[in-house]
């Protein structure tokens, strides 16, 4: 019995199929499909889940199961998604008012992260990503602080002239880093512009073309410069590798001439 357990719960494509039933079930039941059978297939779904860690746990113990970072964010999803099967079985009476089980409905959706583990190479992602965050953490404060140092400048500036992008420092902040991602910051100066003098307007535009340049073009291209540069080291070590195999033929290959 616990073979053919094993056969069906440790299966990957399996597994795969679950995942893919479960994206639809959902994606049919936010589109307002209100079929019990949706609802069923979502718990049948949840309850596969849970029987795979189980059987998991149970094959390889929980120490073994634990060591795997899969299996931990398998574990994870699976605790905070079970309990939406209340939303199944209370949807209906007095318990469908309490506002935890809108909450318990929404836990369903992290089950779909378990797809990235199905991914090509996701390892090596995961691995490039996290030695480039690793690498690029003291570039990223630094851009933090630039962005809160500017806010909080800005906000002194402006937070009398344009209440609606500099009113607090959070405001201003956000409003910061809105301009640095270069999305429709151009509104900005306009609407100083708009309540002020035309020396003022063109004086704002002046400077928040600069603040644009400085961190949104040059600031984020250099942060994205260090990331990549960061995502990719794995590849250029194996690169440097090669060359330094290939230089050290060359050489003996010159020394047997030489002989």
């Known amino acids: 019995m616990s073979s053919k357990f094993n056969k069906i719960f440790l299966n990957e494509k399996i597994l795969l199929i679950v995942i893919i039933i479960n994206t639809l079930v959902i994606f049919l039941q936010e589109s307002n499909f209100k079929l019990h059978t949706y609802l069923y297939l979502d718990v ?8 795979e860690m189980i059987v998991k746990i149970k094959t390889f113990s929980f120490k073994g199961y634990w060591e795997s970072n899969w299996n931990r964010l398998d574990f994870i999803l699976v605790c905070i998604s079970t309990p939406a099967i209340l939303t199944t079985f209370f949807e209906v009476g007095i318990l469908s008012n309490l506002s935890f089980l809108l909450t ?12 990235f583990h199905f991914f090509p190479n996701i390892n090596k992602i995961a691995e490039g990503l996290s030695r480039a965050l690793s690498q690029s953490k003291a570039i990223l404060l630094g851009f933090f602080v630039i962005i809160v140092i500017s806010g ?3 906000c002194c500036l402006f937070k009398n002239i344009a209440p609606e992008y500099f009113s607090t420092p959070l405001d201003s902040i956000y409003t910061v880093f809105r301009i640095f991602t270069v999305e429709g910051w151009y509104d900005i100066p306009d609407a100083i512009a708009a309540t002020t003098s035309p020396l ?9 073309c600069l603040l644009l340049c400085g ?14 540069d960061a995502m990719a080291e794995d590849n250029n070590d194996k690169v440097i590798e090669q060359l330094n195999r290939i230089e050290q033929k060359l050489e003996e290959m010159e020394k047997k001439i030489k002989q």
């Open 44 to 51: 049948v779904c949840t309850i596969f889940f849970v029987i």
């Open 104 to 115: 318990l409905r929404l836990l369903r959706v992290f089950k779909l992260f378990r797809a």
């Open 152 to 154: 909080l400048i800005n």
């Open 200 to 208: 003022i307007g063109k004086i704002s535009r002046l400077y928040f």
């Open 215 to 228: 961190g949104g073009i040059i600031g984020m291209s250099f942060v994205n410069s260090v990331f990549v």
